[in-house]
């Protein structure tokens, strides 16, 4: 069952890999495909868990957010 869902995979220069769902705007990281996309179910679940909730999303904890 699809969910219609577009996500970018990004292999990055280290090795690791991000994830980017592009309906919600959330993205995720991991050191496999398979990490980052499940990182990414995770946060994209909890973003809409909050935003059903009517509360703030969680602060982002990555480093490409940092200024």
């Given at each position: 069952?699809?969910?219609?869902?577009e996500i970018r995979l990004i292999e990055e220069y280290d090795g690791g890999w991000s994830a980017i769902d592009?309906?919600?705007g959330v993205a995720s990281q991991g050191e496999t495909r398979r990490?980052?996309?499940d990182n990414l179910?995770?946060?994209?679940e909890?973003?809409?868990e909050e935003r059903e909730a009517d509360t703030?999303?969680?602060e982002p904890d990555a480093p490409?957010?940092?200024a």
């Open positions: 069952m699809s969910t219609g869902r592009d309906g919600t990490e980052a996309l179910d995770e946060a994209v909890l973003t809409k703030d999303a969680p490409w957010f940092e």
